[in-house]
């Protein structure tokens, strides 16, 4: 059974939704990043490890553990990791928001010229 099939109570509605079980997914650091690279090619866990810069080997196992178990990711015998036909999909979904945030990050001011929040005295 996916992750997914197991969705979390959400507080404050005390139902059970999908999406937040997604949500919590997504929100793990690197999962991102490691479904992104699987996205380009099948790779081994080294292969994807060195992608991934600095990412510990015990959070990338976790990472694609989660994703086995969403059904978003699956291993090739001998070849290494890669996304599923469900995991395309949800690629696919992924990248409208993935090309808005490049576009947001291309339009903000460089950091170190941002205001403080309360203005300037």
């Known amino acids: 059974m996916g992750l997914l099939n197991r969705p979390r ?3 404050g509605t005390g139902r059970k939704l999908p999406i ?3 949500l919590d997914l997504l ?3 690197w999962l991102l990043r490691v479904l992104w690279e699987l996205d380009e090619d099948t790779l081994t866990f080294r292969a994807l490890r060195a992608r991934c810069d600095g990412m510990s080997p015990s959070v990338l196992n976790r990472r694609i553990a989660e994703m086995r178990e969403a059904g978003i990711v699956e291993t090739r015998a001998g070849s290494g990791y890669r996304v599923t036909r469900e995991g395309r999909e949800f690629v696919r979904m992924l990248r409208p928001m993935r090309g808005w945030a490049e576009r947001q990050a291309s339009r903000a001011p460089p950091s170190s010229k941002a205001r403080s929040p309360r203005g300037s005295r």
Do not use: D, V, Y
Request: charged letters at 35%.
């Open 27 to 29: 929100g793990h650091r």
């Open 9 to 11: 109570k959400t507080r």
């Open 20 to 22: 937040a079980a997604l």
